[in-house]
């Protein structure tokens, strides 16, 4: 997929630059603790971009599985290198919204990161998460709070989608739970995020 092609059908979802996505999140492992990925899990890391987060699940769960999704085949060749050596890791290619389709195995937990606000369907990609959670499974979702770009500077500059794009806990709330989710957890992910947790059921 091309770089115009994504940006069509997800919208400000574009992999950041890897300098100031490492001064965003300098500490990966952390998040992924906070949000509460355990040891043994078997996990989706959904829109996983360049594999980012995703080494730091499979560097936390041990005999668990994760697999990184992505619908940009060159995304997914860079997850895979920032993912090697570790175990349990596998791969799928493909569009979010055909997710139940494209994974078979049920999943304990699905995380999204820095991409759900550009989602032109949040209720219908929701609706595939719920599709592959196990019962009482987890979806959870990173965004930046809904704050003015210049209110969130990285090295400098400022960064995150435009505020027009960004959502609040509430806003979240009020497009998965349609989907069969109710809100477990808020964890606050400093300095300019939040994740929202949702059980299933």
Known sequence: MTPTMQAKLFPA???P???WWQALWP???AVIQALGIKTGMAVVDLCCGNGYFTAAIARLIGSGRVIGFDIDPVMLEQAKTACQGLAHCAWVTGDARELSRLIEDRAD???IANTFHGVPEQTVLAREVAA????EGRFAIVNWYP???EETP???QPRGPRMEMRMSPEQVHAVVEPAGFRLDQLVELPPYHYGTIFKKG
């Open 27 to 29: 500490d990966p492992d």
């Open 13 to 15: 979802t574009v992999m």
């Open 17 to 19: 630059d890897q300098d």
């Open 154 to 156: 990285v090295l400098g």
């Open 132 to 135: 592959i959670l196990k019962p």
């Open 109 to 111: 937990y699905v995380l």
């Open 147 to 149: 704050r003015p770009r």
